[in-house]
């Protein structure tokens, strides 16, 4: 059964959120490569019993969920509970589909980013984190014209995909505007976690830009 959850008032509308609603407690679901953007849409499947209670405490209460990478040198360090980014996004659960085997498919709307304080390991074993968006609060407003060079972007995002054979449909990319553009695809382009990390903690869409096409432009020189 396919779920769209509807606001009420604990949880207000996207247009009304503040940093007032943003609560200093999160659920966090770790994973490694992923990008999640304020504004853009992830979506999840889980299966593990863990996140499976992590989404059913998220759905009683507020339907947000902290995305977040484990630290790029804890995959190596055998941890049993790896270290986190410092950096990770808040998301709300916008659209769920239950399975009857207890799945869940999910989609996740990017709120805002927050800075990770702490965290803690719950009984249930998925992690909550302790976390403060105030540093983002940038994230909840509209944002203002973003330089994008599209005459040197879009060369760059071509040779890319060319060489690693992947196919796009250009005539929509070109129609994207260029907040939709440097939300969604960095998102969707096959970065490594390093390079997602980088691009999620550029202050603002214009640091962002000119992160995605320094990317672009290295992986260029490499492939």
Request: charge should be negative; include cysteine.
């Amino acid at each position: 059964m396919t779920h769209s959850p509807s606001a009420s008032p604990r949880v207000p509308s996207f247009t009304r959120l503040t940093l007032a609603d943003i609560p200093p407690r999160v659920g966090l679901f770790p994973l490694t490569g992923t990008l999640l953007l304020p504004g853009g849409h992830l979506p999840l499947s889980v299966f593990e019993p863990r996140y499976i209670a992590l989404l059913e405490a998220a759905l009683a209460h507020e339907r947000l969920i902290g995305i977040i990478q484990p630290h790029t040198h804890s995959e190596t360090d055998n941890q049993k509970v790896p270290a986190l980014e410092k950096v990770g996004t808040l998301g709300r659960v916008t659209s769920f589909t239950e399975y009857d085997d207890g799945c869940f498919s999910i989609t996740l709307t990017g709120i805002s980013r927050f800075s990770l304080l702490r965290d803690e390991l719950t009984a249930h074993g998925w992690r909550n984190g302790i976390i403060d968006a105030a540093s983002f609060a940038q994230d909840l407003l509209e944002n203002s014209s973003i330089p994008l060079d599209r005459d040197e972007f879009m060369p760059l995002l071509k040779h890319y995909l060319d060489a690693r054979q992947l196919k796009t449909n250009w005539e929509a990319l070109q129609h994207l505007d260029d907040e939709r553009l440097l939300t969604e695809l960095p998102m969707l382009l096959p970065f490594n976690a390093v390079e997602k990390q980088t691009l999620l903690e550029a202050s603002d869409m214009n640091e962002r830009a000119t992160v995605l096409l320094n990317i672009l432009h290295n992986n260029t020189h490499t492939s």
